[in-house]
């Protein structure tokens, strides 16, 4: 692991003295934050730019546009270039917070067995325009395994989701999200194995195994258990030791700096025994 950062998610996306107070506290593991970007929502975008200084001395993140953009989107559409605009934006944000990454989803819409491979085309050709884009300003872009089978908008599966990093321009990154690959049943060993040299980034979080719902990585009773985890941390460690770890629970209640410490220190106590 090369960074661990704390995902903005957990605190309501915009509740940036939560998300302070929690990193202020994880600085024995140099934790940092990933923030996020709503574009639609200028409010939102314009407090988000004033936590530069807030956030000055830890490492950042962004999770890019997503829930008001679409990447299926047809090239020369308004939807297609809604989602070019939102990037074109997005980028010098990037810039100015000194971010390691940003990551963007393949897509949002719910997807059928008429028009997948005509969205995946479509997806292909947004993001390497998007990709050019980011090339240009420097800016490390990443792509993340998004989509339940359950629900009907995987648009990759496993198998396509490798393929895609080989159609895509060669700046583009992957981000594996570890809930949505055990949700959809994937080999996430395999995967990373093949996709080693891609992976710059990983989004932790647990679940149970039906649904997407982000709990604390360390909770009982959820898919991965601790002996899975510890395997899978060591796969990660021994094929992708340079990439990023973003713990991206889902917010409520329980996302306190206490619970936040005893995941972190679990989690640096597993990459001890690891490396022992």
């Excluded at 988000?48 to 546009?65: I, S």
Aim: glycine share 6%.
């Amino acid at each position: 692991m090369e960074q661990l950062n704390i995902a903005c998610y957990g605190s309501n996306f915009d509740g940036y003295d939560h998300l302070y107070d929690i990193v202020d506290h994880l600085r024995f593991a140099n934790a940092g934050v990933e923030l996020s970007m709503f574009p639609d929502n200028t409010e939102y975008t314009r407090c988000l730019k004033g936590q530069r200084e807030h956030f000055r001395a830890f490492p950042v993140t962004f999770h890019g546009p997503y829930l008001e953009v679409e990447a299926t989107e047809p090239q020369d559409t308004p939807g297609s270039c809604k989602i070019l605009q939102a990037y074109r934006e997005a980028f010098p944000i990037c810039r100015e917070f000194s971010a390691r990454s940003i990551v963007m989803h393949t897509n949002q819409r719910t997807i059928t067995p008429y028009n997948k491979e005509e969205l995946q085309r479509n997806a292909v050709q947004n993001i390497t325009r998007i990709a050019q884009m980011a090339e240009d300003l420097q800016v490390n872009l990443l792509v993340e395994n998004v989509g339940e089978s359950d629900c009907g908008n995987l648009l990759f599966d496993e198998d396509e989701f490798i393929s895609l990093f080989w159609e895509l321009p060669s700046n583009v990154g992957c981000l594996i999200d570890i809930g949505h690959a055990v949700i959809n049943n994937w080999d996430l060993e395999h995967v990373i194995r093949v996709l080693r040299k891609k992976i710059r980034a990983y989004h932790l979080h647990n679940n149970d195994g039906i649904t997407d719902i982000h709990r604390p990585l360390f909770e009982p009773g959820r898919k991965l258990s601790l002996d899975g985890i510890r395997r899978l941390f060591a796969c990660m460690e021994r094929e992708t030791p340079h990439s990023d770890w973003i713990l991206e629970y889902a917010p409520g209640p329980h996302i306190t700096r206490e619970l936040m410490i005893s995941e972190v220190t679990q989690l640096l106590h597993i990459l001890e025994e690891i490396h022992s």
